[in-house]
């Protein structure tokens, strides 16, 4: 029993493991999505893209890329990808888990592409690093309080009805991983841009990866503008604290 129950539940430690070997490869410089430094304010704006690109190999930047995403979103799609396998005859699961996750990655190597292309255009147009830090971060910052960035959450937290047979059972997998990548993407796609310009490029990263995966944690909300944060998160972690204080405070002996 004991042993069929791991069989069963030892993918979801897949996710995470993956996560936390890209995680220990990017600590050890095995990737940087983030463009290099280079002083675009001396040269015109097409020899500043030439250089961009000279200094940016497409193959670098899409591993690099590749490696972020796995790193940053491989726990997020726990939850989602529990859904395809439960909705799976068991003989299928493998199967439809792997197109779940190519529809999901393929999803973010395609925004991947389109972020680091205005990210290069924009280093080249911007002379001013900390300038381009900051138009990153105000649009993040306008993207976050958006309704549409409401819109996109909405969406990841939808989970569609598969198909268990055939054809329809490969092509819904596949789908259901474009359709969540395309909502992951858009809630995120702004979150990324700070990430692709910053020096402190790992370091951002972690902050991002926690705050995107506390947010997730929130359910569905009306479309508006207004902040979107970590409140669950914190009170998550203020209950388990003050749990944690009252367990550890001796009870007042009576009389």
Known sequence: MTGALHRRDGWALALPLASAIAWAALAAGGGNAALPDFCAALVPLSASLDLALALNSPAQLSAAWALMIVAMMAPLIVIPLRHVR???FARRRIRASLL???????????????????????????????????LAAGTALVWQASPAKQWFLNRC???????????????????????????????????????????????????V???????????????????????????????????????????????
């Open 157 to 207: 937290h939808r989970f569609p009805a598969l198909a268990a047979f055939g054809a329809a059972a490969d092509r819904d997998a596949l789908s259901f991983g474009m359709s969540h990548g395309m909502a992951c993407a858009g809630a995120c796609w702004a979150l990324m841009l700070p990430l692709l310009v910053t020096r402190l490029h790992f370091t951002a990263m972690i902050a």
């Open 100 to 134: 779940f996750a190519l529809g999901y990655f393929a999803v973010w190597m395609m925004a991947g592409a389109a972020l680091q292309a205005a990210a290069l255009v924009a280093r080249a147009a911007i002379g001013d690093p900390m300038l381009l830090v900051a």
């Open 86 to 88: 439960e909705r799976s």
């Open 209 to 255: 990866a926690l705050f995107i995966f506390a947010e997730r944690l929130e359910g569905p909300a009306p479309l508006g503008w207004r902040w979107r944060g970590c409140g669950k998160a914190m009170r998550i972690v203020v209950g388990q604290m003050r749990m944690w204080l009252a367990g550890r405070t001796p009870a007042r002996e009576v009389g």
